[in-house]
């Protein structure tokens, strides 16, 4: 029943399959300012709390569980002020780095045992002291950025470099590393008129920010979170303005080509627009977007992109959201109101998966094997049909229909070579198995 459900349903597979849950709700002394994952389980969160400074949960389990690694509080010499984070980035298991305000950042090397706190230091033409975000390429290299000004790493921040692409005229929303070398980033040309529509600039650099190269990116009147797959796949959150109130539409752009041309992927109005913030990818197939006022849109592989409408995600009407895509089951969202909600696939759904045959080998690259076994319980004259995780049949055509006299010693072995790499579902009457394709 449930995957013929799925089949009906098609592209909204996702959306109206996943369910959030709660996992810390609204809080009136905590503000949720970035979230990052290293890897499909282990991932961090930063909170800025009022009268309590910043703290930093992590988990190990994709967001169900999490713990406090760090925990400060105010230094009685700034008055009662806090140091707000801003931004966070984990590249691996054991280095964290998280960005403040007054130039400063602090970092572990060793999964949050000890911190370390360390400060930009250099004269500027801008009187913020707010490092507005941090991209770590690896636990050696990464970039920083804050308003005009990048700073680039390669040994961890122990050291940086200070760069200013282009003569104080870009303000620089996010940075990313493609390698060692080459750094990727978007800004807004300030000396434009904000009505022209090339106000927003990508910009390149393949020495690492000696020399520069600008493409006007059309159709966005603002960007907010900016990241690529790889060097030629990438993506860029924002909106753009449909009337005099400061409504935005919500908006995702890609590029195919390292930045040269972009597209307009995703292009919405919806009830509430104000604009996408976050964007995370497993793959440069499968995204989650997310935006003011509880706004989440879900891509997987060539479908349209969807607009989640679980009234979980709408709940507060949240005016900053940040999101973590872990797997195609587990996305993590936290909000400016100190709420965390995460995704997961309902139980109902999961037991459909309990059956009584088995798959081995599972993952698996070329083949699999069915074992039915001598006294299963289970209808091989009803035929064996394998479906992908959005619905589709992709039995290959010599196991449709298949008879139970093909079904030697309870073994039926199927060539899956040709399948791509995913998640898949055997149904074999009303009995269901899941096997992974490597």
Known sequence: ICLIFIIIISEEIFPQT????????VSEYMSGSAIDKCDSINGVIIFTTYGAGRIVKRTIDAGNTWEDIYVDTLDPRLGGRILPAYDISYPTKDFIIFTCNSNTYIKTTDAGKNWKESIILHSTNYNSKKINHVKMLNSK???MTKAYYLYYSNDGFETYQTIIPGEYKYYISKACLIDSNTIYAVAINIKEDRDTDTIVKFMKSFDRGKTWSFTPIKGL???EDFDFVDNLNGFITGGKSISNDDRTSCQVLN??????TWQTSLFDI?????????????DKKTLIAVGQHGNVYWKFENYNWVLDKDPMTFKFSPFGL????????NAVIIDNFGRTIRSYLPTNVNEQLNTNFGISPNPASDYIEINVGAHCNVPLQEGIEIFNIFGENTTPPNLSGLPPLLAKEGIIKIDISNLPVGVYF?????????????
């Open 426 to 438: 055997i149904k074999i009457g009303d009995k269901f198995e899941k096997f992974v394709k490597m």
């Open 255 to 260: 590029t195919t080509d390292g930045g040269n």
């Open 141 to 143: 290299y990464g970039i």
């Open 322 to 329: 940040h999101v973590a895509l872990f797997n195609r089951t």
């Open 221 to 223: 009147s603002y960007p």
């Open 270 to 282: 919806p009830e509430v627009p104000f604009g996408l913030q976050s964007l995370d990818f497993i």
């Open 18 to 25: 996943l369910k959030w849950e709660e996992k810390f709700p």
